[in-house]
C-alpha cells in the first residue's frame, strides 16, 4: 500500500513539474522583456549568430586553428588594414601606409587614438612584438608562413639574432616592414592576415607555454569594435560593444554567437531565435523558406574551388588527354545546376570570374559536358581501348576508385553523379566515403586514384600552395601536378606588389591551368547569409566576415 | 560473498587493461590527426609537423603508451588538443549535464516501465497490452535522432512549447529559481526522447520476465491456494521477476555518463556525448582514450554491481 502511494505522489509530482516547467517559463521570459525595458528604455539589440560548431576557447589570432575561434578574433582583435567588400585594403588600424621605390618594405602610420580592451595605449611595439611572436623559434602556431618573408625571420626563427629584423619602430606610432625580395601577398599575408595581439599581456608567458595560458586564451584583450564577454565551450561566446572603438560605438549592443545543430537551425531561425546564419552550401528548398518568411539574403563568393584531384604519380592517369578527357566526361554544368542551384558556376582553371587573376571566360576552354569528345581523346591521345561500352587499359577493363570526405553535402551528392558519368564512357567507379580527417590524409600522402576536395585560395592569386611542384605532398597540389612551365610563371607572379604588373602573368597561369587541367575543376560555389528583416548595414565577404561590423543595425 | 565481490573486483583488472589497449590502440591508429581538420588554406606541412612534434604525435605506439598509463597513474590525464586545458577541467564541466538528463530519464523510465510491464503482462492480450506492445515497439525501433527531430518540429516549432536546442536561455542572465526554471524547459525534449527510448525497452522486458513468471508451476499453485490475485501477482510473482529486471536497470547505470550520444547532437546538448563525438572528429587523443577509460570502469562497476546485487536479492544464488 504504501509503495503505491509512493508511485502516485512521484507521479504527480512529475506531472506538475511539467506543467510548471511550461508555465513559469512563460512568464520568466515576460520578466526577461520587463527587465530589459526597465534597465534600458529601448530594448538592447543583440545579434544572434548561428555556428555550426563551437569554437575551443583558442581566442588568441596568432594561435588560432579553425574559423570557429577566428569568429571570436575577428570582432575583438583587428590587422592592420582590412579587406573591404570590394576586396580592397582599406585602413584598420594603420590609418595610411607607404610603399617603398623598391617595393619591399611599406611604412605603417598607426592610430593614435587606439586603446586595447584594458585600457591600455596601442603602439607601434605591439605590432613589433606580434610579429616577433610569430617568428619566435617556439612559436606553437600555424602562421609562421605567413610572415617569412620578413627580412631576419630565418636567424630569429632559428634563435640567432634578438629581435626581427626587418620589423624597425621608427617612433611609437609608426613602423616598417620590410620583406626579402618583393613578396606580392604582403598586404594580405603580413597585414591582412595577421592581426595584432596586445605585448603587454602576452610578454607574461613563455611564447612555447602560450598556446597552455588557458586564462589568456579564454579572456582576450583587442582593439576590435567588440570586447569579450563570456564563453561557454559547446554552447555559446558573447561579446559586447567597445565603447572606446576608434571608428565609433558600434551599433549593435552584444553579439552572441551560439552552437546550433545543423538539422534544427532553419526552426531556430524561424522562430527568431537567430538572426544571422552563413550558408555554406544552398539548398533551394531552405532558400525558399527563408524568403518566403521574410529574411534578407546576401549571396556570398568564395575565392577556391571544388576539384576533383586525379593522381598524376599513377601511371594511367598521369596525362594531360586523361585530364582533358574526363573533364570532358563529368556534367559540370549538370553539378551546378541541380545540386547547387545556381549559387555557383562550372569552374574551368584556379580562379573564380570575379577576381582580377581571371583572364576572362572567352580565353578559356570551356571543356563542355560531351562523353563522345571524353572518349575519343581517351582513345585516340591516350591509347585506351573503347569496346562494347567498356574502356580497357593495355587490355584490361579500367576501374577507378573515388576518395572523398564526408560533411559538404553537395561534394556528398556529386560523387554518384562523375560516378553515372564515368558509366557513360565505360568507366567502372568505386565511391568511398570516409570521414574528412581519413580522406584529407590519403589524399596528402597520394594514397588514391581519383578525390574530391576543395581549396580555398584566399585574398591572393598566389596559387603556389596548389600547382607547384614544391607543394605535392607537402601542401594542396592533392593531383600531385608538376610542370616546370607553370612554376615559373607562379614564382614570377609574386615578384611585384602592384596587381597591374601581375596581372598578365596570373592572366597567362590561369590559361596555362585551363589548358593543362592539372586536376580536374569542377565548381566554384558560393553560399549566403540569412539574416533577420530588420538586421541593416551587413557587407559579409567570403574573406571579411565582419567587414564595417561596427555599423551593423537592427531597425 | 566478500570473498565474491573481491575475486571479481580483481578480475576486472585485466579486463580493463585489455579494453584499454584495444581503445588506446585503435584510436592511434586512425588515419588523420589534431590538425587535419584545420580550415586554414595557408598551414604548411612544416608548421604542422612542428605542432603535431609538439604534442608527442610522432612517438611509437608504446611510447605514447607508456607516458600516458604512468601519467595517467599518477591522476594527471593529460592536456586536451583541442580545449588547450587539463582533460579532467573538459570532462568535469560535462559530466553534470549528462547526469541531469540521464539519472532523471532513466528514473523515469524505470517508474513508468516496469507497471506498464506488469499490467502488459497480467492482462496479456488485451487491449492495453496490444497498445504497449505497439508502443514499445515503435519506441525501440524509432531512430533517436529521427524521433527528436520531430519532437522538435511538433512541439518546438508548430506548437512554440520548448525550445529548440540548447541547455538554457543564452545571454538571459538567469538566477537561482529562473535558472532552475529555464534548463528544466530545455531540459523537457532530451528527456522525452530518452525517456521513450528506455521506457519502450524495460518495459518489453518487465514483460516477458513477469509472464515467464507467471506461467510457473509455484504461482499455479499459488492460485490454488485461493490466494488473491493481487497477491499471487505482487507479492509471489513479482518478486522473483524483479531479478532480471533489477540486473538490468544495475546494468543501465554504466551507461549513465556516456550520455546518448545522437539525442545529445541533436539538441545540442553540452554532454559527454557531444563532447565524446567532437573529441573524435578532432582527434583529440588524450580526450578519447579519457574518456573512453572513464566509461570502461562505469561498465565494469555497474556489471560488478549487478553481479553483487544478483546475489544478495536472489538467494538460490550462492558463490562460493
Known amino acids: ?555 | 560473498m566478500r570473498q565474491y565481490a573481491i575475486r571479481r573486483l580483481l578480475m576486472m583488472i585485466p579486463v580493463f587493461i585489455g579494453v584499454f589497449i584495444i581503445v588506446f590502440g585503435l584510436v592511434h591508429t586512425t588515419p588523420g590527426d589534431p590538425y587535419m581538420s584545420m580550415l586554414s588554406p595557408d598551414l604548411t606541412d612544416a608548421d604542422r609537423e612542428v605542432m603535431l612534434k609538439a604534442i608527442g604525435y610522432y612517438d611509437p605506439l608504446p611510447v605514447k603508451y607508456v607516458k600516458w598509463v604512468s601519467r595517467a597513474l599518477q591522476g594527471d590525464l593529460g592536456y586536451s588538443i583541442r580545449y588547450k586545458e587539463p582533460v579532467t577541467h573538459v570532462i568535469s564541466r560535462r559530466i553534470g549535464s549528462t547526469l541531469l538528463l540521464s539519472v532523471i530519464s532513466l528514473i523515469l523510465s524505470v517508474i513508468i516501465a516496469v507497471p506498464l510491464g506488469i499490467i502488459s503482462a497480467t492482462k496479456q492480450y488485451s487491449i492495453f497490452d496490444y497498445i504497449a506492445t505497439i508502443l514499445a515497439l515503435i519506441g525501440i525501433s524509432i531512430p533517436a535522432f529521427f524521433f527528436a527531430l520531430s519532437l522538435v518540429k511538433v512541439l518546438s516549432f508548430d506548437l512554440g512549447l520548448f525550445p529548440i536546442s540548447g541547455m538554457e536561455t543564452i545571454g538571459a542572465g538567469f538566477t537561482g529559481m529562473k535558472r532552475f526554471l529555464d534548463i528544466l524547459h530545455h531540459m523537457m525534449l532530451p528527456i522525452i526522447v530518452l525517456t521513450f527510448i528506455h521506457t519502450a525497452s524495460l518495459m518489453r522486458y518487465t514483460r516477458s520476465a513477469m509472464l515467464e513468471i507467471i506461467q510457473q508451476d509455484y504461482v499455479r499453485t499459488a492460485r490454488a491456494k485461493g490466494l488473491s490475485e493481487k497477491t499471487v501477482i505482487y507479492k509471489h510473482a513479482l518478486r522473483n521477476a524483479m531479478i532480471p529486471i533489477t540486473t538490468l536497470i544495475t546494468l543501465s547505470l554504466g551507461y549513465l555518463l556516456s550520455g546518448a550520444v545522437l539525442t545529445e547532437t541533436v539538441f545540442v546538448w553540452p554532454g559527454m556525448g557531444t563532447l565524446l563525438y567532437q573529441a573524435v572528429s578532432n582527434r583529440d587523443y588524450p580526450l578519447i582514450t579519457s574518456v573512453t577509460l572513464l566509461l570502461a570502469i562505469c561498465v565494469l562497476f555497474s556489471n560488478l554491481l549487478a553481479d553483487i546485487i544478483y546475489a544478495i536479492i536472489d538467494p538460490r544464488i550462492r558463490y562460493d
Not at chain 1, 569568429?71 to 582599406?90: F, G, P, W
Not at chain 1, 594580405?188 to 586564462?215: G, L, M, N, R, Y
Not at chain 1, 549538370?334 to 573564380?352: E, F, H, K, Q, R
Not at chain 1, 581571371?358 to 571524353?374: I, Q, R, S, V, W
Open chain 1, 1 to 555: 500500500m504504501n509503495k503505491k502511494l509512493l508511485s502516485t505522489l512521484l507521479i504527480a509530482a512529475i506531472i506538475t513539474m511539467i506543467f510548471t516547467g511550461c508555465g513559469s517559463n512563460q512568464t520568466t521570459s515576460n520578466d526577461k522583456n520587463d527587465g530589459q525595458s526597465a534597465a534600458n528604455n529601448s530594448k538592447p539589440s543583440i545579434l544572434r549568430m548561428a555556428s555550426d560548431s563551437s569554437p575551443s576557447g583558442v581566442f588568441n589570432p596568432a594561435l588560432i586553428q579553425d574559423q570557429y575561434n577566428g569568429y571570436i578574433t575577428d570582432l575583438v582583435y583587428e590587422a592592420l588594414v582590412i579587406m573591404n567588400d570590394d576586396i580592397q585594403y582599406e585602413p584598420a588600424l594603420a590609418e595610411r601606409w607607404e610603399i617603398s621605390d623598391d617595393s619591399q618594405s611599406i611604412t605603417f602610420y598607426l592610430r593614435k587614438n587606439v586603446k586595447w580592451h584594458d585600457g591600455k595605449p596601442f603602439t607601434a611595439e605591439d605590432v613589433k612584438f606580434t610579429y616577433e611572436f610569430i617568428a619566435h623559434p617556439d612559436y606553437p602556431g600555424s602562421k609562421s608562413s605567413f610572415i617569412s618573408a620578413i627580412s631576419g625571420f630565418k636567424d630569429f626563427n632559428e634563435g640567432k639574432s634578438k629581435s626581427l629584423e626587418g620589423i624597425e619602430i621608427i617612433d611609437d606610432y609608426t613602423v616598417k616592414i620590410k620583406t626579402d625580395g618583393v613578396y606580392a601577398p604582403f598586404l594580405d599575408k603580413i597585414c591582412f592576415q595577421i592581426k595584432i595581439i596586445p605585448k603587454h599581456v602576452w610578454e607574461k608567458v613563455e611564447v612555447s607555454k602560450s598556446i597552455e595560458a588557458t586564462d589568456l586564451l579564454r579572456n582576450p584583450i583587442g582593439t576590435g569594435p567588440f570586447k569579450f564577454k563570456e564563453f561557454s565551450p559547446d554552447r555559446y561566446t558573447i561579446v559586447e560593444k567597445n565603447e572606446d572603438y576608434w571608428a565609433g560605438i558600434p551599433k549593435l549592443d552584444s553579439i552572441v554567437i551560439q552552437v546550433v545543430n545543423p538539422e534544427t537551425v532553419q526552426a531556430q531561425m524561424l522562430n527568431g531565435e537567430i538572426d544571422y546564419l552563413l550558408l555554406l552550401n544552398i539548398n533551394p528548398d531552405d532558400m525558399k523558406t527563408y524568403l518566403d518568411a521574410g529574411f534578407k539574403q546576401l549571396q556570398i563568393n568564395f575565392t577556391g574551388f571544388q576539384h576533383m584531384a586525379i593522381n598524376n604519380d599513377n601511371p594511367i592517369l598521369g596525362h594531360k588527354a586523361v585530364r582533358q578527357a574526363f573533364a570532358h566526361a563529368i556534367n559540370r554544368q549538370g553539378i551546378v545546376d541541380s545540386l547547387l542551384y545556381g549559387y555557383g558556376n562550372v569552374a574551368n582553371t584556379a580562379y573564380i570570374p570575379s577576381f582580377w587573376a581571371y583572364p576572362g571566360e572567352d580565353k578559356l576552354n570551356p571543356y563542355e559536358y560531351n562523353p563522345e569528345k571524353a572518349i575519343e581523346i581517351l582513345t585516340k591521345e591516350a591509347g585506351w581501348q573503347y569496346k562494347d561500352g567498356k574502356m580497357y587499359v593495355d587490355g584490361k577493363p579500367l576501374k577507378l576508385t573515388l576518395t572523398y570526405p564526408s560533411g559538404n553535402k553537395v561534394r556528398e551528392l556529386s560523387a554518384p553523379i562523375i560516378q553515372e558519368n564515368f558509366k557513360n564512357i565505360g568507366i567502372e567507379l568505386e565511391l568511398q566515403m570516409m570521414e574528412f580527417p581519413t580522406a584529407s590524409a590519403r589524399l596528402k600522402k597520394g594514397e588514391f586514384e581519383l578525390g574530391l576536395v576543395g581549396h580555398g585560395l584566399g585574398a591572393d592569386a598566389d596559387a603556389r600552395r596548389h600547382f607547384h611542384t614544391d607543394s605535392i605532398g607537402v601542401a594542396n597540389n592533392s593531383s600531385r601536378y608538376s610542370n616546370p612551365e607553370l612554376d615559373k610563371l607562379l614564382e614570377e607572379g609574386v615578384k611585384y606588389l602592384e596587381v597591374e604588373k601581375r596581372k598578365p602573368i596570373y592572366h597567362e597561369a590561369a590559361i596555362l591551368i585551363n589548358e593543362e587541367m592539372p586536376t580536374i575543376f569542377l565548381y566554384n560555389g558560393s553560399g549566403a547569409v540569412i539574416m533577420s528583416p530588420k538586421l541593416n548595414g551587413v557587407k559579409t565577404t567570403g574573406l571579411s566576415t565582419f567587414y564595417d561590423i561596427h555599423n551593423w543595425y537592427f531597425k
